[in-house]
């Protein structure tokens, strides 16, 4: 596991803004593992200027969502199909049809993720993946439980993520209590994992996913140290437990 500590949220983000830029011009129809949440905010916004100065070209990328709400429409603002458009799909040249993410309104969720994960499958694996750090050590929305599931599948969110992601929504109440993710195994099938985390409020966490010795589904980020190509990006802030 690679460790790179940033001085600030702002390099956090152009340091992984320049791996990816690297890594599509390598192979320009790489097939990106994509999250939502605060910490990726600065990432994409660093790829849409990167894009406007010709520096990065979307137009063969295919990228693929970690997770989404379930009952959220796309066109609810808080569904991470609207937060991808908003911050990045809408202003890079990615083809619509390169652009997948999980249905959280089907109504056959069950085939929808079978489906999901075929098409991943079928075009050869995710190459890169990011993905932010809950502070409960969740991976997407992979929680603590005595058990972690490989596949996609829905899962009941947690009450402290529940209490985390409420800064989103006007009343607590309105948070989806479950939500669609792929599963570790499918995560671990991607050829390169980045984890990025920033602030004071990560440090625990990220110290448990650098420093521990052990690896336990009451931390499901601590599996991450058995992937041979796994980043982890983290300000000054979020590093100062290491
Ligand atoms: C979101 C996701 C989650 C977040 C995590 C951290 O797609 O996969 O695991 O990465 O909850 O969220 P933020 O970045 O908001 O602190």
């Not at 932010?132 to 947690?158: C, Q, W, Y």
């Amino acid at each position: 596991m690679k460790v790179i500590i940033t001085e600030n949220y702002e390099e956090l983000s152009k340091v992984t803004a320049n791996i990816f830029a690297a890594a599509i011009k390598e192979n320009p129809s790489i097939k990106l593992g994509l999250a939502t949440g605060s910490t990726p905010v600065g990432l994409y916004e660093e790829l849409v200027e990167m894009y406007k100065n010709n520096e990065v070209d979307f137009s063969e990328v295919i990228t693929f969502n970690l997770d989404e709400y379930v009952g959220l429409d796309k066109t609810n603002e808080n569904s991470y199909n609207y937060f991808m458009h908003e911050n990045l799909f809408n202003h890079v040249n990615l083809k619509k049809e390169n652009i997948n993410l999980p249905d959280g309104m089907s109504s056959t969720i069950e085939q929808s993720l079978i489906d999901y994960q075929l098409k991943i499958e079928n075009l050869g694996g995710i190459d890169l993946q990011i993905d932010g750090l809950g502070e409960n050590g969740h991976i997407g929305f992979n929680e603590p439980d005595s058990a972690l599931k490989l596949n996609a599948h829905v899962t009941p969110l947690t009450e402290s993520t529940i209490q985390a992601n409420s800064r989103f929504f006007d009343t607590i109440e309105e948070v989806p209590t479950s939500a669609i993710t792929l599963g570790m195994g499918n995560i671990f099938a991607s050829k390169a994992i980045i984890i990025i985390a920033n602030g004071a409020h990560k440090a625990k966490a990220v110290n448990a996913l650098v420093n521990s010795t052990e690896v336990t589904t009451q931390n499901p980020s601590t599996f991450l140290k058995l992937h041979p190509n796994v980043t982890v990006i983290v300000d000054k802030e979020a590093a100062k437990l290491l």
